[in-house]
């Protein structure tokens, strides 16, 4: 029976039009899976792996395996960490399951990236480790030093087994054999920061880095290969006049820079270029001020100064322009109130000042502690310890009058101990002592020999893999210098030093780093 | 079967003959004249139409400059000529603003000191114009307004109708940059005066005006301390050394101040 009739071009057309809706047909794919998500493991991989630049070869071979079915490949890559305003761009060092890589980049954190991929489902799992990279002058301690008007500095390799020195691995003038030339100007003072920013491929990263400081000029050095990346001419956005460097410091938040006393700051935790700000003012008359070299500088709290000029403190932050004034609060000296507090500090010569912890306020552990001398009649001196008592204000507690038949009266060089026992080494004369800050005596600990001057005191330590904890005491005799370095036991010297280490020039400080030293708040910035 | 390969051959023939390659358009009109942006972005189709105003101030000028020349980029239509061909320029009244006045606050267009100028060389398609400013006494109180035009003339005829104008506004008076607001006028400069501008500017050597603003907004906080301690510093030395002088903001008539 024929129900339609339609002659056989209209058939035709249709089944044209049938055949084009025929092809755009597709088979159904199910969107739910039910079966066992695939999942990759790698074993033999570890979380950090520690290595020094120019010399190791990374060596991996982890074994690799899937839940599924499948031939399984391996990318191996890695990328920087830490970068500021460019996403790091990650280097391909194989595409084979064992890797072999002869280790050449910057002293610094990085991570190892491995992928494997199932090529038969597309599936890909990622690895990734921390590498922990070193060069051989990470890994040791640094010895600033001058010739009388050039500043250099030597460099004492020590083993990763180790942070004990050894006058074997020395590298002398290590500063000027890398640069060509030395410092200009004495010796002030050496530290290492973590977070300084210089640039690298573009853009500025984090950079582990060394600051040798002279009385006329300023080095950053980038700690895997000591090169320059800043200096007197370009650390500044315009150098000042005259070249006469006083510090560079930090509380890891935010760096500072005192120049002929005048003082520079710079965001530490946040972009920047590594360059310092402009001058911060007194006042808004700009009313000149002299910064003491001395500082107590919490971790990221308030940055106590002190300008000689007025006998009065000052904080500062990396945002003002200007100094803030910090009030005295409260003063004690001898268990008297001093009164008004100001009166404590009005006329005195700050004669030392240093961290003793980093945390100081909310109670806690005294900041630091402060030596004045009075400017009119200059056999008085007191000693008082520093608080923070918020942002504006500090403490002068437990104050003493220096008694002038003592040896801490006539004290030409001071150290506190930096977190350990309450004392205060300082040396008179050839005789090193110690002051205990809860009892106010003295205590001989060491004399050098007659042949020797004592040129520094510092207390440095460290916890964890490269562990040490050093009084260490420079001295110069002619041409040639001496840093010994003395553990001590509750808080005395050990009758020798643990090592000592020699060299030529005078020894201004002694600073260990290693690939383990992570943070700034490890030492003190401060004398 | 037969009458469907033909209609699918008949199909295939006609999408076949339908392609044809894509050929450039050659501009076959006469020569015709416009302006345009820098040639550094003239292919950028988002900076057609920039530069159409300049804003322009003596007040960043030592103040024995009495005259200052800026320039607009014209562009030929059609192929570069054999010959020098000329151009007229010709000023039109804005309504509402203050218009300059020719021989007072610019060389006149017509005058054949400048109109010489006006000549796209042989071989060329692009002229930078000259259009002369003169620092009138006026301009201290008044900003004022040129806005000129192309004239067809034997040589160059009118090119895109928007791309025919150009407009100069002038003055002496320093203008408030916009990036002197909000948090930056709170934290570093203060209220806006002109006379706190002009002692930045003097005390610096910098324009303050927005293309330094901005660098100064940039991602690092220490330029802006810079250059303001130096500010400060300087208002300080002057402070001193003109006690009975100071320098006087035009809107509180009080002694210019910085946060």
Request: hydrophobic share 35%; aromatic share 12%; with cysteine.
């Amino acid at each position: 029976m024929k129900i339609f009739n339609i002659n056989r071009q209209v058939a035709n057309i249709f089944f044209v039009l049938f055949l084009f809706i025929f092809s755009a047909c597709e088979k159904y794919k199910p969107v739910y899976q039910y079966s066992e998500n695939e999942k990759i493991t790698a074993t033999g991989l570890e979380a950090l792996y520690q290595v020094t630049s120019g010399n190791d070869v990374l060596t991996i071979d982890p074994t690799i395996s899937s839940n599924k079915t499948g031939d399984l490949k391996c990318v191996w890559g890695i990328y920087e960490t830490n970068t500021q305003g460019t996403n790091p761009v990650m280097d391909t060092l194989a595409r084979t399951k064992k890797l072999e890589y002869k280790v050449n980049r910057s002293a610094k954190d990085w991570y190892l990236m491995l992928r494997v991929t199932n090529s038969r489902t597309g599936y890909s799992q990622y690895f990734k480790s921390t590498v922990r990279v070193g060069t051989i002058y990470t890994r040791g301690w640094y010895i600033p030093k001058d010739d009388g008007s050039q500043t250099d500095m030597d460099f004492f390799a020590t083993p990763a087994t180790s942070s004990m020195p050894s006058n074997n691995t020395k590298i002398e003038n290590v500063y000027s054999l890398m640069q060509g030339k030395k410092l200009e100007g004495k010796a002030i003072m050496l530290s290492f920061f973590v977070n300084f920013k210089s640039m690298v491929n573009g853009s500025y990263v984090s950079t582990r880095s060394l600051s040798l400081v002279s009385e006329k000029d300023v080095s950053m050095m980038d700690l895997s290969n000591l090169q320059v990346y800043r200096n007197f001419d370009n650390i500044f956005q315009a150098a000042p006049t005259p070249r006469k460097m006083d510090v560079v410091t930090t509380d890891f938040l935010k760096y500072f820079l005192i120049n002929n006393g005048q003082l520079y700051s710079m965001v530490g935790q946040g972009y920047s270029e590594g360059i310092f700000g402009g001058r911060k003012l007194l006042t808004s008359n700009d009313n000149p001020y002299h910064l003491s070299k001395h500082q107590i500088i919490p971790s990221a709290g308030t940055a106590y100064f002190f300008d000689e000029m007025s006998s009065a403190f000052y904080a500062g932050t990396d945002r003002s322009l200007y100094l803030g004034a910090v009030t005295i609060n409260t003063a004690r000296l001898d268990n008297n109130p001093v009164t008004p507090a100001s009166a404590a500090a009005t006329n005195k010569k700050l004669i030392y000042m240093g961290n003793k912890v980093y945390g100081s306020s909310g109670g806690g552990a005294p900041g630091g502690y402060v030596i004045f001398q009075d400017k009119t009649n200059p056999t008085i001196k007191t000693m008082y310890q520093v608080g923070s008592a918020g942002p504006n204000g500090l403490t002068l507690n437990a104050g003493v009058t220096i008694s002038t038949a003592s040896k801490l009266f006539n004290a030409t060089h001071y150290g506190l101990l930096f977190g350990d026992e309450n004392l205060l080494y300082f040396s008179s004369g050839k005789e090193i002592y110690s002051y205990n800050l809860n009892s106010n005596t003295e205590q001989l600990q060491y004399t050098v020999p007659n042949d020797e001057e004592i040129t520094f005191i510092r207390h440095r330590k460290l916890t964890g893999a490269d562990a040490y904890n050093y009084v260490m005491i420079g001295t110069q005799s002619g041409q040639n210098y001496k840093v010994r370095l003395f553990n001590k036991t509750t808080g005395n010297l050990n009758t020798e030093p643990s090592v000592t280490l020699t060299g030529k020039g005078r020894p201004v400080d002694a600073l260990y780093v290693s690939p383990t030293v992570t943070t700034e708040l490890v030492y003190s910035y401060t004398f | 079967m037969k009458r469907l390969y033909y209609i699918f051959l008949a199909l295939g023939c006609t999408i076949a003959v339908a392609c044809k390659q894509n050929e450039p358009l050659l501009y076959t009109d006469i020569a015709r004249a416009q302006f345009g942006p820098d040639p550094t972005v003239y292919y950028s189709s988002s900076q057609i139409y920039g530069d159409t105003l300049k804003n322009q101030s003596f007040a960043y000028l030592a103040t024995d400059i009495l005259v200052d020349t800026i320039y607009f980029d014209l562009y030929t239509m059609g192929a570069p000529s054999k010959v020098n061909r000329s151009f007229v320029l010709k000023q039109e009244q804005v309504y509402g603003t203050t218009n300059a006045l020719p021989g007072v606050h610019y060389k006149a267009l017509d005058n054949p000191e400048i109109s010489k100028h006006y000549v796209i060389k042989a071989g060329a398609t692009h002229h930078k114009v000259p259009i002369v400013l003169f620092r009138d006494v006026s301009l201290k109180t008044t900003a004022v307004t040129l806005k000129f035009k192309l004239i067809d003339n034997k040589d160059l005829a009118l090119g895109q109708p928007g791309l025919l104008w150009r407009k100069v506004v002038f003055s002496d008076k320093l203008i408030k940059p916009a990036a002197w607001s909000g948090s930056n006028q709170s934290q570093f400069y203060g209220a806006y005066s002109e006379a706190k501008h002009r002692f930045m500017i003097s005390a610096t050597g910098q324009k303050w005006d927005q293309e330094f603003m901005n660098y100064l907004n940039g991602a690092f906080t220490e330029p802006v301390q810079y250059w303001m301690s130096v500010v400060k510093s300087s208002l300080a030395t002057y402070n001193a050394a003109n006690p009975t002088n100071p320098i006087i903001d035009e809107v509180t008539n009080k002694a210019i101040v910085f946060p």
